[in-house]
């Protein structure tokens, strides 16, 4: 069932406020009026320096990052946001479009990446989405989340295994946070790209299997027990 926004701003119990940083002032403006007619509050910035000043001081709910973004890039802005340890949403909006592009936005940090040209309601259903998980991951029924010797914790995002850190990107994270929430399933592909991308999946890109890899390396490499087991044509399973 598609929740509104009206259903979202129930759950925050405030407006959401959203980070905007696109130098095209006709799509700025664009986006600016569009969500501000949807409810949300939008703060709009054309270029990468402004935007960090402003995302490192102010409180906001989500941010939008566009890539070419004079001063500092957005896929830059978006690491350092990361490297602060600022845990908010980000969702990448670029003309660049390719597997490597959308590669490199992921490793940055980014939650999602939604290429242009694009339609305002995909742009509008995945900002709601995103503040949905953002919402659902800081309820404190399950901030610690763990398998054999493996434990995640919602809260302060520190992943270990066997009293070990490992430090995760942002993607690596939330793709682990699917597995430790369905251990012992059988997941698709498309199911692990929906949970941790929270996009359609693309079935002609190997994005998932990429990050699945990313993941093994730093979880299981110096490790004896093998976690995340491959079903050839079927998907993973955590085990």
């Known amino acids: ?28 403006g664009l986006i600016k009026n569009g969500l501000e007619e949807q409810g949300y509050d939008v703060a709009a910035f054309n270029n990468g320096e402004a935007a960090l000043q402003a995302f490192r001081s102010e409180p ?18 978006c690491k350092s946001l990361r490297e602060q340890g600022l845990a908010l949403p980000i969702l990448m909006l670029t003309a660049l479009g390719t597997l490597d592009d959308k590669l490199t936005g992921f490793n940055s940090g980014a939650d999602d990446y939604l290429v242009k040209p694009f339609h305002f309601k995909e742009l509008l259903a995945r900002i709601e989405a995103l503040l949905r998980r953002s ?6 029924s399950d901030k610690v989340l763990s398998f054999d010797d493996l434990t995640l914790n919602t809260l302060s995002k520190e992943v270990q295994r066997a009293g070990v850190q490992i430090v995760l990107t942002a993607k690596e994270y939330a793709l682990l946070e699917v597995f430790l929430r369905h251990p012992n399933q059988l997941l698709s592909r498309q199911y692990i790209a929906e949970q941790a991308w929270d996009v ?40």
Do not use: W
């Open 1 to 28: 069932m598609f929740l509104g926004v009206r259903d979202v701003c129930y759950l925050y119990m405030h407006m959401p406020k959203i980070g905007l940083a696109e130098d095209d002032l006709k799509i700025s």
């Open 60 to 77: 906001f709910d989500l941010l939008i990052l566009d890539v070419m973004l004079p001063g500092i890039s957005g896929t830059l802005l």
């Open 135 to 140: 919402k659902d991951q800081e309820q404190p």
């Open 200 to 239: 359609n999946f693309d079935t002609g890109t190997n994005v998932v299997d990429v990050y699945v890899n990313f993941l093994r390396n730093k979880i299981e490499k110096g490790f004896d027990k093998k976690l995340i087991h491959t079903r050839i044509n079927m998907g993973y399973i955590l085990k």
